[in-house]
């Protein structure tokens, strides 16, 4: 009923910036926490950052400073704007949304997107 896509990965050197999205589609009535979860090789996946429907952001301490997270609410759209990237924030990166649904809005349903992978190396 509903589907996560995101885009934005890829291979940056140590130092640089990439720019993560995730547009969420289908029958949707509202979102209310949007984020970000990574996971590592051999590791579990883990918190990133999110943001509220009002646009309050959270962040994992690893990522204060370096990542800022956004949401456009027309768009379903999520961003992840990660700069000074380390080569310890390799991994798999994974879009979540809690979603209330046309027809169930009292209802919060968790979804998750297919991940895109993004590795920091020289």
């Known amino acids: 009923q509903v589907r996560l896509v995101e885009s934005g990965g890829g291979l940056v050197q140590p130092g640089g910036s990439l720019r993560l999205s995730c547009a969420a589609s289908?029958?949707?009535?509202?979102?209310?926490?949007m984020g970000w979860y990574r996971q590592a090789p051999g590791k579990e996946r883990e918190l990133v950052s999110t943001i509220t429907s009002a646009g309050i952001p959270g962040y994992a301490d690893s990522v204060k400073g370096r990542f800022t997270i956004s949401r456009d609410g027309a768009k379903n759209t999520v961003y992840l704007q990660m700069n000074s990237l380390k080569p310890e924030d390799t991994a798999v990166y994974y879009c979540?949304?809690?979603?209330?649904?046309?027809?169930?809005?009292?209802?919060?349903?968790?979804?998750w997107g297919q991940g895109t992978q993004v590795t920091v190396s020289s």
């Open positions: 289908g029958s949707i009535f509202s979102i209310d926490v």
């Open positions: 979540n949304s809690a979603v209330r649904l046309r027809g169930t809005p009292t209802y919060v349903y968790n979804y």
